[in-house]
């Protein structure tokens, strides 16, 4: 896996989004991401009656903490899930990461390209590592917090749904395509067209 600082002179862009600029894409991502969070939630709903996150049989302190530490850990978890993103670039050998926040979407983003394998790698990094680490921790927590954390998952796999349709769409790509993604806006090149 590498991150390459120049572009190859023989290499052309073949595909590019702006996630910001172009409302059909990101109507599209927002679309997928609420279908990921359907599928998650509603049959868990059926495992573990959703009613545990509301329940105050512990009292109103409680039941206050819960809805205070979802709020506090779905922002922990959003930078979390950047700084995965970054420290994944930085394996792959770039040197400087951005982070930012667009107002729509938090964002690592490089001036680097990454080959498909390291760019399919730096994508799904953070989705892969939180959604183990989040499935381990769900499992062994009392019922009244298990959707405060399972939330947290939702946001995991529903919050990358821009990841993985990027993953999707450039699996299809030729093998040689370089990717360069300044965070909101990615760009493809390859020596083929497409």
């Known amino acids: 896996m590498r991150a390459y600082n120049t572009l190859p002179d023989d290499y052309s862009e073949i595909f590019s989004v702006d996630l910001q600029k172009d409302k059909k894409m990101m109507i599209l991502i927002n679309v997928i991401a609420v279908l990921i969070a359907v599928v998650l939630a509603v049959p868990m709903h059926f495992h573990i009656s959703i009613v545990t996150l509301f329940d105050m049989s512990h009292g109103l302190g409680a039941y206050a903490v819960r809805f205070i530490a979802l709020l506090v850990l779905i922002i922990v978890y959003m930078v979390l899930h950047e700084l995965v993103h970054g420290i994944a670039m930085k394996l792959c050998g770039t040197k400087k990461v951005r982070y930012g926040f667009t107002g729509m979407y938090a964002f690592a983003g ?5 080959d498909k394998k390291s760019y399919i790698f730096v994508a799904l990094a953070p989705v892969v590592l939180w959604g ?26 529903s919050g990358a749904a821009g990841d993985l349709y990027v993953t999707f769409k450039f699996s299809k790509f030729p093998k040689d395509i370089l990717v360069r993604d300044s965070g909101v806006s990615m760009r493809v090149y390859s020596k083929e067209d497409i």
């Not at 490089?110 to 990454?114: A, G, I, L, Q």
């Not at 019922?143 to 998952?153: D, H, K, R």
Request: contains cysteine; charged residues 10%.
């Open 132 to 157: 183990v680490v989040i499935a381990i921790v769900n499992a062994v927590i009392p019922a009244e917090w298990f959707w405060v954390l399972y939330i947290i998952q939702i946001t995991n796999l």
């Open 110 to 114: 490089s001036d680097d390209c990454y």
